[in-house]
C-alpha cells in the first residue's frame, strides 16, 4: 500500500514536554513538508524539504523542528516553546513541481 | 498577506442545485491553481488542478486571470460531496521547481437531500 503515513493518528502532551510526530513515505518523492490545519485558518506550512539533509522554515516555524535524514522520512518535534501546539498536522509530500499528497493527518492536543 | 481568499466559509445547498465555492488569489505571475477536497475522516486530496483543464466528479473550475478567481463549480450538487473545499496556490521556492502551496481558509459545503 504506497503512500504517505503519519503516526500517531492521536497524541496527547502535557504542557512543557517535547513530541514528536512521525511521516513516511513511499512514493519516492524528494520534497516533503508539513502542514498544520486549524479551524478557520486553512493550512499553513510549518516546514519543507526539497532533499535529503536540507530543510527550509514555512511560515509559521517557530516552536517546531524537523530532520530529513532519509528520503522516505521526514519527522516533525513540537517542542515546548510552541505556544499553541493543539492542531490538526498533515504532513505531504511531492516529486519536484509535481502534484502535492497528503497524510491522514496526527491530531496533537496539550493537556 | 492572504495569497488566496475564500470568501465563504461555509455554502449550504440542496441536492440538484447548483454550486459555485468562490477563490479569489493574488500573485502577479502565471498561478497555478488547485482545488483540494476533504471529505469527513479521510485524507485531503486534490480534486482538481486549473492546467489539466478537466472535470472531476461533475466540478469544474476557470482560471481568470482578469478577477484573478478560480471559482469551483457543479451544477448539479449531491448529498456526497458534502466536504471541506480548499483553493490552493502553487508557487515555486527560490530558483527551484519545488513548488509549495498556500491554501485558503476553506469552505465548508453542506448538501442537503
Known amino acids: 500500500d504506497g503512500g504517505i503515513t503519519q503516526s500517531p493518528k492521536y497524541l496527547f502532551r502535557k504542557e512543557g514536554q517535547n513530541v514528536t510526530l512521525s511521516c513516511e513515505q513511499n512514493?519516492?518523492?524528494?520534497?516533503m513538508y508539513w502542514y498544520r490545519q486549524d479551524p478557520g485558518q486553512g493550512l499553513r506550512l510549518i516546514y519543507y524539504s526539497q532533499i535529503v539533509n536540507d530543510f527550509q522554515k514555512g511560515d509559521i516555524a517557530e516552536g517546531y523542528s524537523v530532520s530529513r535524514e532519509k528520503k522516505e522520512s521526514f519527522p516533525l518535534t513540537v517542542t515546548s516553546a510552541q505556544k499553541n501546539p493543539t492542531a490538526f498536522y498533515l504532513c505531504?509530500?511531492?516529486?519536484?513541481?509535481?502534484?502535492?499528497?497528503f497524510g491522514e493527518g496526527s491530531w496533537l492536543t496539550v493537556v | 498577506a492572504q495569497r488566496v481568499t475564500q470568501p465563504e466559509k461555509l455554502l449550504s445547498v440542496f441536492k440538484g442545485a447548483p454550486v459555485e465555492l468562490k477563490c479569489n488569489y493574488s500573485y502577479s505571475g502565471s498561478p497555478e491553481l488547485f482545488w483540494y477536497v476533504q471529505y469527513s475522516r479521510q485524507r485531503l486530496q486534490l480534486l482538481l488542478r486549473?492546467?489539466s483543464r478537466e472535470s472531476i466528479k461533475g466540478f469544474t473550475a476557470d482560471l481568470n486571470k482578469g478577477e484573478t478567481s478560480f471559482h469551483l463549480k457543479k451544477p448539479f450538487a449531491q448529498e456526497e460531496d458534502s466536504a471541506m473545499y480548499y483553493c490552493?496556490?502553487?508557487?515555486?521556492?527560490?530558483?527551484?521547481?519545488?513548488?509549495?502551496?498556500?491554501f485558503g481558509r476553506g469552505t465548508q459545503l453542506t448538501v442537503w437531500p
Open positions: 505531504a509530500s511531492s516529486e519536484r513541481g509535481n502534484t502535492i499528497y
Open positions: 486549473h492546467i
Open positions: 512514493l519516492n518523492h524528494d520534497a
Open positions: 490552493a496556490l502553487k508557487l515555486l521556492v527560490g530558483g527551484s521547481t519545488l513548488g509549495r502551496l498556500y
